[in-house]
Nanobody
């Protein structure tokens, strides 16, 4: 069955960095667009980044552009999110998601598959 397993979350001070990983299995990973989305307490899902199947196209929400970097390894079936210069407002549960179609942008809140998430807390 399809599995997306996120890891790498935790508690970090403002200005710090974290690297999230998402290990995928059960589907043709190298054919899918991959996404990172997040949900802060009391809010809905927020798209923050996407990468196409080849890794040649990447896009970011304005709130994370210049601080976060998405990448993927189609041999390891893993997608990553490098998060730098973290702020308190980045505190959220971070999910990876997958879809055959391009669903990049804040208008999208559903994708074909989504993992269980990993908590990121930015606090001093």
């Amino acid at each position: 069955q399809v599995q997306l397993v996120e890891s790498g979350g935790g508690l970090v001070q403002p200005g710090g960095s974290l690297r999230l990983s998402c290990a995928a299995s059960g589907f043709a990973f190298n054919s899918y667009w991959m996404y990172w989305v997040r949900q802060a307490p009391g809010t809905g899902l927020q798209w923050i980044s996407c990468i196409n199947s080849a890794g040649s196209f990447k896009s970011y929400a304005a709130s994370v552009n210049g601080r976060f970097t998405i990448s993927r390894d189609n041999v390891k079936n893993t997608v990553y999110l490098q998060m730098n210069s973290l702020k308190a407002e980045d505190t959220a549960i971070y999910y990876c998601a997958a879809d055959l179609s391009s669903r990049c942008g804040s208008i999208y809140t559903t994708w074909a598959y989504r993992g269980q998430g990993t908590q990121v807390t930015v606090s001093s």
